[in-house]
């Protein structure tokens, strides 16, 4: 997973972004497209519509992404997966700049924290998503899944948030600012020690996870560490400590 480069001796807080489902809105629907075009590249590797939905549904519940699956068992080329389902996406026509989010992101404090972002999707989908919503310069760094690794790790596996914190150069995970739409993800990194997390749900919203709809809905069983919120903005109040005082 190539990144921008950081100064190891940089001892600022890290925060980390999901992308997908998180910087932009569930009510863009394109989990759902996104969800159609697993399932088909499923159908076109021989399974039945059936045989898909199910084998789809497994991968993405036991490793986190359904591509993690189809390359582990089924030496799937994860750069064919890519350009066939995320690259072929309309999201030009899904999302647009989003000046709120802009602000957002202008008014971390940078003397005190940097901003990467932190996903399951290769680089040219997570670069595409960025500069369509009019903040790639505010992001330092993206760590993502090098589809070129046939190795590769994602998002919850402990390999990936080691890997992502190496690659910005911060050793001391309660130094890491977290955000992110899924349980699982922000659990696991809660879990490795990583300070703020902060889990994005956007409630009675309508989701596509592992080619199945689901209805977002809060969990009160997180631990009591994690906040969850329902709007990116509520980040000035749960992370008031690294935003530009008004």
Known sequence: MAV?????????????LDIDNTL????????????????????ELGWSDEEASELHHKYYTQYGLALRGLVRHHDVDPLDFDRKCDGSLPLEDMIKPNSELRKLL???????????????????????????????DLIEGVVYC??????????????????????????????CYFVDDSRANVQAAWRLGWGRCV?????????MEGGKFKEIIPNEELPRDIEEITH??????????????R
């Open 24 to 43: 932009y809105s569930a009510n863009s629907k394109i989990s759902v497209e996104m969800g159609k075009r697993i399932h088909a590249y499923f159908v």
């Open 232 to 245: 990116l903005e509520e980040l000035r109040r749960v992370w008031a400590d690294i935003f530009k005082q």
């Open 199 to 207: 889990h994005f749900c956007e409630r009675g919203l309508e989701i």
């Open 106 to 136: 202008e008014d971390i404090d940078r003397s005190k924290a940097r901003v990467w972002g932190l996903t399951n999707a290769y680089r040219n989908h997570a670069y595409r998503v960025l500069r369509i919503l009019g903040v790639e």
């Open 4 to 16: 921008a480069s950081s100064e190891a001796s940089d001892d600022r807080f890290v925060v980390w």
């Open 146 to 175: 090098d589809y070129g690794d046939p190795h590769f790790s994602c998002k919850p596996e402990p390999q990936f948030f080691h890997n992502a914190m190496g690659l910005a150069g911060i050793s001391d995970p309660s130094k």
